[in-house]
């Protein structure tokens, strides 16, 4: 079931077994920035942003937008 994408990179991070402190880290976005977008606060981050979570999260921005719901996904892919 689609989710928004805050939940989707809580969820893969959480699986991960990561941190907020270790996203912060990889991605080099502040630890309170992560916890904005993962609580949906951050209404639709870049493609950038996007990007380097992504990868912080060792998977596609393919695979990460695959798991939220279509809104998010179009605003994101329309951006680009």
């Not at 912060?24 to 920035?33: H, I, N, S, V």
């Not at 977008?37 to 937008?65: F, H, N, Q, T, Y």
């Amino acid at each position: 079931m689609p989710k928004p994408l805050g939940s989707a990179i809580k969820d893969r991070r959480i699986a991960a077994g990561l941190t907020q402190d270790d996203m912060e880290k990889r991605t080099g976005y502040d630890q309170g920035f992560i916890s904005r977008i993962e609580r949906s606060k951050v209404r639709a981050p870049s493609i950038e942003v996007v990007a380097a979570i992504a990868r912080a999260l060792g998977c596609s921005m393919d695979d990460l937008l695959s798991e939220t719901d279509l809104k998010v996904a179009r605003i994101l892919l329309v951006a680009a």
